[in-house]
């Protein structure tokens, strides 16, 4: 028996796909089907990007300055989290700029435009605790983002679904270090 392969229906006409394509073709992935106003999601991407930065520094201070009978292990965990924030700073960037849009790596004014706070702690506790609370802030901003960017810009979408994961691992981590 002959195993027949449903057809697809084409939702679009496929010349007029390609004839779109070749129009302002120097916007790149930016196609005249984008529905959010890509203004509106390169602000969001570049506060993100702030508070990913933010998180970097904030991680690598507690990295250099944690001390105790437990630190060793807390500094590990410090430096595998700011190289992932790294990570998501630098994603989050080229996004910005797939989009048409500039990422905002000045200093100037870089706490104002994260969500997280630069907060250094006391203590090694105190340290972890800043830290939980900066994932949990993140945490809580990827799901408004992500809620925000719906169904209308899926990539955008995965890259904060993808971070929003990491970040909720972050806290997991943290906690469990809190309790040991």
Do not use: W
Not at 109 to 121: K, P, Q, T, V, W
Request: one cysteine or more.
């Amino acid at each position: 028996m002959k195993t027949v392969k449903p057809q697809v229906p084409v939702s679009k006409d496929v010349q007029a796909i390609r004839e779109r394509a070749r129009q302002h073709i120097e916007e790149g992935a930016l196609t005249s089907d984008y529905k959010p106003d890509p203004e509106t999601v390169i602000k969001l991407l570049n506060e993100a990007l702030a508070t990913e930065i933010v998180c970097v520094l904030r991680y690598k201070r507690h990295y250099f300055m944690a001390q105790g009978m437990n630190a060793e292990s807390v500094k590990a965990e410090f430096l595998a989290h700011a190289a992932e924030e790294q990570a998501h700073a630098d994603e989050l960037a080229e996004r910005i700029v797939q989009l048409g849009g500039e990422p905002n790596l000045s200093p100037d004014g870089l706490s104002d435009r994260s969500h997280s706070e630069y907060i250094e702690g006391d203590n090694l506790a105190d340290m972890i605790k800043e830290d939980l609370v900066a994932e949990r802030i993140a945490i809580e901003s990827y799901r408004d983002m992500i809620a925000f960017v719906g169904s209308d810009d899926p990539t955008t979408r995965r890259l904060l679904e993808n971070i929003l994961m990491k970040e909720e691992e972050h806290a997991e981590d943290l906690v469990s270090l809190l309790k040991s």
